[in-house]
């Protein structure tokens, strides 16, 4: 690996245990290095996984104190083929973009929502943010993909926008 690329299609990052330059430019002294700090940060954070309106269901993020979300859910696109993931829907877009819609007014949650532009844009009425990003590679862009330049992260109200070092 030099300059930051990839040469090979077979070189792998940073794996070894020399120093390097970690996030902000930091040097980290090895790979074990970062990952305990990452454990440390990480400590108290729950993941939580299963069926997103069983996860999400209630109110019991609320006891919680602040909750931080990400949800990225099925494109909505009917046009798009529907056979790609196991369990497919065209309708959780909408029903997450509802759900956070109305959990994202709480300014103890901090939701993060994935999707295309045109999806979501309804919440950037509500307070929301909207950092677009195009979609560089993947197994959809095998064959070239049209719909790269439509994605974009939604960030609800209470999300931090500026913050200091991750560790």
Not at 27 to 32: D, M, P
Not at 111 to 123: F, K, P, Q
Request: net charge neutral; aromatic share 12%; with cysteine.
């Amino acid at each position: 690996m030099t300059g930051g690329s990839f040469d090979n299609a077979g070189d792998m990052p940073g794996v070894s245990n020399r120093d390097y330059k970690g996030a902000g430019g930091r040097t980290v002294s090895s790979v074990y290095d970062w990952f305990d700090r990452l454990s440390a940060r990480l400590r108290r954070v729950r993941v939580v996984c299963g069926d997103w309106s069983q996860v999400c269901g209630g109110n019991w993020q609320d006891a919680m104190g602040n909750v931080g979300m990400f949800f990225d859910p099925p494109y909505g696109d009917v046009g798009r083929d529907t056979k790609i993931y196991h369990h497919d829907s065209t309708s959780v877009a909408a029903e997450v973009n509802s759900w956070c819609l109305t959990r994202g007014e709480k300014q103890s949650y901090r939701i993060v929502l994935a999707g295309y532009r045109d999806e979501h844009e309804n919440l950037l009425e509500h307070g929301w943010t909207e950092q677009a990003w195009k979609a560089n590679g993947g197994y959809g862009n095998r064959a070239g993909n049209k719909n790269c330049e439509r994605e974009a992260l939604f960030f609800s109200p209470g999300c931090i926008t500026k913050q200091g070092k991750l560790f």
